[in-house]
């Protein structure tokens, strides 16, 4: 049986290309062919480190959050790679009782390698969380805006090299609702990516949401999972 790092970053790769759609404008809609050589890892070396990220769009207090990020060498705290930037911001929402420290990292590690920074916050990971979906997103968002912050900030690792025009949305299951959530409300999500998408959004519900979303969107699904089918997405 193939590990959730395994499955999450087969499914990055094919999701990878829509998250390019970011820089991309937006002003009419878009049709890419999938660049088959982000199944390849990216030519930076990644850094990551964890991050406490205070609630900016919706709710209070703090959570915590890692962060994914093109690096100088590979490991924790090691310094950002300052000869490209401004890096793309991808914001990554975990599914249903993940523990992202556990299941995401090769998939976060993927991304930063093509020259993102990829942030995913570490709230609401329990199962009595079944309800947070919405908060889930608005978490990504904040993490974004933690981002953006640290670009104007001389003494942050990534001062003046964060691409603060927007980031891209992309989540698992849960996280792919929330993912479309956030995006239904907030003009900052330039793009939405979603692996198995669960229609876990209350009181609002996913199909509802997306009405609401008018930037490029892509949603991924198997024909074999027996938890959220393809044909539900």
Same mark, same amino acid.
């Given at each position: 049986?193939?590990?959730?790092?395994n499955?999450?970053?087969?499914?990055?790769?094919l999701?990878?290309a829509?998250?390019?759609?970011?820089?991309?404008?937006f002003?009419?809609?878009?049709?890419?062919?999938?660049?088959?050589?982000?199944?390849?890892?990216g030519?930076?070396?990644?850094?990551?480190?964890?991050v406490?990220?205070?609630r900016?769009?919706?709710?209070?207090?703090?959570?915590?959050a890692l962060?994914?990020?093109?690096?100088?060498?590979t490991?924790?705290?090691?310094?950002l790679?300052?000869s490209?930037?401004?890096?793309?911001v991808?914001?990554?929402?975990?599914?249903y009782?993940?523990?992202?420290?556990n299941?995401?990292p090769?998939s976060l590690?993927?991304?930063?390698s093509h020259?993102?920074i990829?942030?995913?916050?570490?709230?609401?990971?329990?199962?009595?969380?079944?309800?947070?979906?919405?908060?889930?997103?608005?978490?990504?968002?904040?993490?974004?805006?933690?981002?953006?912050t640290?670009?104007?900030?001389?003494?942050s690792?990534?001062?003046q090299?964060?691409?603060?025009t927007?980031?891209?949305?992309?989540?698992?299951?849960?996280?792919?609702?929330?993912?479309?959530?956030?995006?239904?409300?907030? $003009?900052? *999500?330039?793009?939405? +990516?979603?692996?198995? %998408?669960q229609?876990?959004?209350?009181p @609002?519900? #996913?199909?509802?949401q997306? $009405?609401? *979303?008018?930037?490029? +969107?892509?949603?991924? %699904?198997?024909?074999?999972d027996?938890? @959220?089918? #393809?044909?539900t997405?």
């Amino acid at each position: 049986m193939r590990s959730v790092g395994n499955c999450c970053r087969e499914r990055l790769l094919l999701g990878i290309a829509t998250a390019l759609l970011l820089w991309a404008g937006f002003s009419e809609p878009q049709v890419l062919a999938i660049d088959l050589s982000y199944g390849l890892t990216g030519s930076y070396l990644v850094g990551n480190r964890q991050v406490s990220v205070s609630r900016t769009a919706g709710g209070s207090g703090s959570f915590d959050a890692l962060v994914y990020y093109p690096a100088t060498a590979t490991g924790l705290n090691t310094p950002l790679d300052l000869s490209g930037g401004m890096y793309p911001v991808v914001s990554f929402a975990h599914g249903y009782t993940t523990v992202t420290a556990n299941s995401l990292p090769a998939s976060l590690a993927q991304l930063a390698s093509h020259g993102y920074i990829v942030v995913a916050p570490q709230s609401y990971e329990s199962v009595l969380d079944v309800f947070e979906t919405e908060a889930l997103g608005h978490d990504q968002a904040s993490a974004y805006n933690y981002l953006v912050t640290q670009s104007s900030k001389v003494s942050s690792p990534f001062y003046q090299h964060v691409e603060t025009t927007g980031f891209a949305a992309m989540g698992h299951s849960t996280g792919g609702a929330a993912s479309i959530s956030e995006a239904s409300q907030n $003009a900052a *999500v330039k793009t939405v +990516v979603t692996w198995a %998408a669960q229609n876990m959004n209350i009181p @609002v519900q #996913a199909p509802e949401q997306i $009405a609401d *979303v008018h930037v490029p +969107v892509q949603l991924i %699904a198997g024909t074999a999972d027996t938890t @959220v089918s #393809a044909s539900t997405t």
